[in-house]
């Protein structure tokens, strides 16, 4: 199975911060890539899909980027209501495998 | 506005079964391959398993093989996941998920709002 690995696993930024999260894949998985928002008590939200591609109707803070190993999640602004956990996930094999998840908390 | 939503649940003994269901509305479930996704009490999320539109392609998790069984009544807009001998690790939330593909890419959208499972004594 391939594994994915995110950093950090936790992650405390103010309001306004750019805060990136990283994910690096055990081998080559090209662009197949997908990163998930949890809020508390709730099902995972797609936000980007195919590592780059934002999902219709999230927001133009959130990115993602990165090819091969090592992917990047990006939000531009931070706001309060983007606490949550992000888990990345890659497609390239069977089974899809998800990352630890990185834990977003507002310092 | 598509939705899905599983039942199911419970409380159940080591070495018991219990079935899930997860009923989808709002899109033609019968053109869409479907998922289930667990998630452990404060864990990350595995992948349990994938049926296709027509269930002739089925997948499962080597910690499931065997013991768990996917399937689809797709005149019911219905899926489903029979759990048998489980174990105290199967404890989790139990989320159905629509399986998105195209052109080589896909992803999981949208998810259910989760059914919990707990195996105990």
């Known amino acids: 199975d391939i594994q994915m690995t995110q950093s950090p696993s936790s992650l405390s930024a103010s309001v306004g911060d750019r805060v990136t999260i990283t994910c690096q894949a055990s081998q080559d998985i090209s662009n197949y890539l997908n990163w998930y928002q949890q809020k508390p008590g709730k099902a995972p939200k797609l936000l980007i899909y195919d590592a780059s591609n934002l999902e219709t109707g999230v927001p133009s803070r959130f990115s993602g980027s990165g090819s091969g190993t090592d992917f990047t999640f990006t939000i531009s602004s931070l706001q309060p209501e983007d606490i949550a956990t992000y888990y990345c996930q890659q497609y390239d094999n069977l089974p899809p495998t998800f990352g630890q998840g990185t834990k977003l908390e507002i310092k | 506005e598509v939705q899905l939503v599983e039942s199911g649940g419970g409380l159940v003994k080591p070495g018991g079964s219990l079935r899930l269901s997860c009923a989808a509305s709002g899109f033609t479930f019968s053109s869409y391959s479907m998922n289930w996704v667990r998630q452990a009490p404060g864990k990350g999320l595995e992948w349990v398993s994938s049926?296709?539109?027509?269930?002739?392609?089925?997948y499962y998790a080597d910690s499931v093989k065997g013991r768990f069984t996917i399937s689809r009544d797709n005149a019911k807009n219905s899926l489903y996941l029979q759990m048998n001998s489980l174990r105290a690790e199967d404890t989790a939330v139990y989320y159905c998920?629509?399986?998105?593909?195209?052109?080589?890419?896909?992803?999981?959208?949208?998810w259910g709002q989760g059914t919990l499972v707990t195996v105990s004594s």
């Open positions: 998920a629509r399986h998105i593909a195209a052109a080589g890419i896909y992803w999981f959208d949208p």
């Open positions: 049926i296709s539109s027509s269930s002739s392609y089925i």
